[in-house]
């Protein structure tokens, strides 16, 4: 089992700057992927970023460029640091982890922008 815990989110004006961090409970280290997910009112939810064991990331074309990923496994956290935020952005965002057929996922943060 693997308990995340979000935080950092909040309220921002468009064009402003938010970082989430999301805390495991447990080594990081051999997690196949750690990620955010983002869900806003009446839509699924979609992928924003993801990293890696080995330090591959992905992200959704809507963020590229915006959103920065990156996992620190000494402090056991993945972070995601957002640039430019739009008020598309508006979401609640999840912290996910894939350990081998094992999905885990955080109570989730909420993100709104402004415009």
């Known amino acids: 089992q693997v308990q995340l815990v979000e935080s950092g989110g909040g309220l921002v004006q468009a064009g402003g700057s938010l970082r989430l961090s999301c805390a495991a409970s447990r080594s990081i280290f051999m997690f196949n992927a750690m990620g955010w997910y983002r869900q806003a009112p009446g839509k699924q939810r979609e992928l924003v970023a993801r990293?890696?064991?080995?330090?591959?990331?992905n992200y959704a074309d809507s963020v590229k460029g915006r959103f920065t990923i990156s996992r620190d496994n000494a402090k056991n956290t993945v972070s995601l640091e957002m640039n430019s935020l739009k008020p598309e952005d508006t979401a609640v965002y999840y912290c996910?982890?894939?350990?081998?057929?094992?999905?885990?996922w955080g109570q989730g943060t909420q993100v709104t922008v402004s415009s």
């Open positions: 996910n982890v894939l350990q081998g057929q094992n999905d885990y």
């Open positions: 990293i890696t064991r080995i330090g591959i990331k």
